[in-house]
């Protein structure tokens, strides 16, 4: 049922042969790593490989065993010959899961017909944004991984997905994405709901292109420093992270309606708003740790809404440590202390009056 290739270096010709040898086995599940092509110059042609391939044409497009391929650290030492004739092959195979990784590829074809992919993973490639544009014969599609490659529009991103009818989750983390809003639209698939944009070039206009009904949400190490408010409305979002930004404080919830899990480590938070989980009332975990906390008086609204909130902090008290003033760093939120006196202005002057 499950076969695996460790380390194959052949001419391209007999790997082709070894492919639809398996294609005819019962083997469901084949995967090849480090896969090296190579052909003697007599093959280096496009009418020396198009009787081989349109063999594999016809092979792929019949309903057999295999249900999943994947190649894997993939290099190509056959030169000079048209790549659009290989992408096809791949594009029409009659499979549900295809995995082509680390191997270079700058592009893929849309398919002809309707595929049966539903899993489709091209994560550390050379893809770019042209990747399936006007395309719709990827209806059945379900999962999409695209990390590590070259996309840097994200309005395009979205066109890609407009007509892929069961799309539900998405990965374009470690790219090159941006987004300048200038009232742009974009149009996602209504299905997706799982979305990764984390590790790319996106700053606050992300939000004026996000999936209407996205309910995960990663924006993890981009450059957001504020959350626009009444820019998107969000109302199926559960799960947001805003990890590795440049955050001055926490977001509300006005077009969250329905955020569950917040995720705001490792930002430039000094004094977070202590009022949060008034504004954010679903809000069941709040992960705030690791940011430069200034501990002063205002901190101290913050620090007691962590008493209040029934354990919504997550990762407390080991990771929310003061940074600010210098002669309290390293010290635990839950050990800065300050006198009422010393916080409340008002009650100072009088003090300071009846003493004189």
Known sequence: KTLTLEAVDLQWAIILQIFMLIWYSPVEHLTVRNLTFRGPLEELTEYAFQPLLSSVEQLI??????????LEHVRNKVYYFNQEILYRQFSEMNIANLTIADAYMPHMLCPNRTSSFQYLNFSHNALTDELFQNCGTLADLKLLILQKNKFESLRKVSFMTSRMKSL??????????RHDGAGVQCQWAESLAELDLSSNQLAGAVFECLPANVQKLSLRNNQISNVPSGVAELKSLEELNLASNRLADLPGCSGFTSLQFLNVEMNSILTPSADFFQSCPRVRELQAGHNPFQCSCELQAFIRLERRSGGKLFGWPAAYVCEYPEGLRGTELKDFHLSPLACNTTLLLVTALLLT
Do not use: F
């Not at 539900?168 to 994405?177: A, K, Q």
């Open 168 to 177: 539900t989750y998405l990965d374009m983390s470690n790219n090159l994405l």
């Open 61 to 70: 497009s019949l309903d057999g065993s295999m249900k999943a391929l994947t």
